[in-house]
């Protein structure tokens, strides 16, 4: 379904732990912004004072103890503070909204992770969300698997309390994601994310163009469009695509 260009656009990513989502978050938007779209980048739980400090609490390995049950209740109170303060507002006034993670991860980690039943997640989803559903969603997959991807999130500043849930609970948690995707295929588009960066973010592109004509277009998109992100990490660390002719206007 092609979108009218002025009016707002959510888009979710979502997949498991150091799936790249970030990565491909960040250069989509650079694109968007470069063709005259404003677009708002967040990330669930957070994007707001009260989503930040929630995101806090809910990740703090310090809080080992939380219960399934609290876990998605917090995860709901922040995306109704994010959903009220921010993603409606963009979306009234014409923005693209770009969300790592949105209820997708919630079917995902508290009914396919922890257990919880799945008729009363879904209720909690859209009673927080006042039944928002994305326009299209991204699902990355790890191709190198469960192990590699924790590996790939974690490196860097160790693990988080969801992180440290085990190699078991994330298998059940990707295979919820592709499940979902199974019986949702028209939003939910799965892309995997082995590859280098830039024949990933091809992809993404690829699955945008119903909403977003000009990515269809290889004079715009095309190798060197990409190129980018495969420099090493400093040199790319914007992640700005080049700039091209006509960039001001929207396909």
Known sequence: MTRDADRGIFITFEGGEGAGKTTHIRFLAEALRARGRECVCLREP??????????????????AEMTPETELLVY?????????QVVRPALERGAVVLCDRFTDSTLAYQVHGRGLPRAFVE???????????????ILLVCGAGTRAGLARAT???????????????HARVNEGFLELAEADPARIRVVVSDARKSVTSATVFQELTDLFPWMADASVCDEDFFAPLDAPRAAAASCAPPARAGAASEG
């Open 76 to 84: 709901e109170a922040a995306r109704a503070q994010i959903v009220a």
């Open 123 to 137: 209720q909690a989803n859209a009673f927080s969300t006042g039944g928002l559903v994305p326009d299209r969603t």
């Open 155 to 169: 490196r860097r500043a160790g693990a988080d309390r969801l992180e440290q849930a085990g190699e078991d609970f």
């Open 46 to 63: 957070g994007g707001t004072p009260i989503g930040e400090a929630l995101r806090a609490l809910v990740l703090d390995p310090a809080n």
